[in-house]
């Protein structure tokens, strides 16, 4: 199924291959899928216990990144290829909350947990430097700095939203409710939320943005 868009750093400044090695996300099961751009070609996965580095050329496992005390429960990634940072959201209880680290693995960090219980989805504004974020048991759409700093809600009133998509470019926040099966989207400040798609959805997981076609 095709998932999560959170695109890394440098859109419309980079070569056109640049975001489709850099920027796609996918979901496989509880797998959470994100490509990275390097002199070959790599997928970060996000597998609940783990998150690792995948070879698009053979399928192989490069390197496991993350494993043991820094993950628990993973189900969302998130790249910023120009400044170095992967981002994943953490469900299990212990652990709830959205971290991050360098692309090797190294420097991770908590970022927010408080007011955090279910965090879906992570979606990275790179013009900016902001993480958006679905929480499914509040129902809203959280924001804050790469740091965690400066935290607010955007959206509240949602059923159980999963997938989020931002497209930073243009403005605009684009997200799944699985218990209302509609898509929406916004502007990034919350303002001018409108419903997408409300009919034909069973269960509306996970988005990309086709940034080259709009």
Same mark, same amino acid.
């Given at each position: ?11 419309? @400044? @980079? ?42 050329? *053979? ?24 400044? *170095? ?6 469900? *299990? ?6 971290? @991050? ?27 900016? *430097? ?54 929406? @989207? ?29």
């Amino acid at each position: 199924m095709i998932g999560n868009m959170a695109a890394g750093r440098g859109y419309g @400044r @980079r070569p056109a291959g640049f975001m489709a090695t850099a920027a796609l996300l996918l979901a496989v099961g509880i797998s959470t899928v994100a490509a990275g751009s390097s002199d070959a070609p790599y997928l970060l996965v996000a597998n609940a216990s783990a998150v690792s580095k995948i070879s698009l050329e *053979n399928g192989y496992v490069l390197e496991v990144l993350l494993s043991g005390e820094d993950i628990q429960r993973a189900v969302a990634v998130g790249v910023d290829i120009a400044d *170095n940072w992967l981002f994943w959201t953490d469900v *299990n209880y212990d652990r709830r909350g959205i971290y @991050r680290a360098r692309l090797d693995g190294t420097e991770v960090q908590l970022l927010a947990s408080e007011d955090i219980y279910e965090p879906n989805a992570v979606g990275v504004d790179w013009l900016a *430097n902001n993480l958006y974020l679905t929480d499914a048991q509040q129902g809203t759409i959280e924001v804050m700095k790469y740091d965690g700093s400066s935290k607010k809600t955007v959206i509240t009133g949602l059923d159980i939203p999963r997938g989020i998509a931002v497209d930073p470019a243009n403005g605009y926040l684009y997200w799944g409710d699985q218990g209302k099966k509609t898509i929406e @989207r916004a502007r990034m400040d919350g303002s001018d939320r409108e419903v997408l798609v409300d009919e034909g959805l069973f269960w509306p997981n996970e988005m990309v943005i086709d940034y080259r076609n709009k």
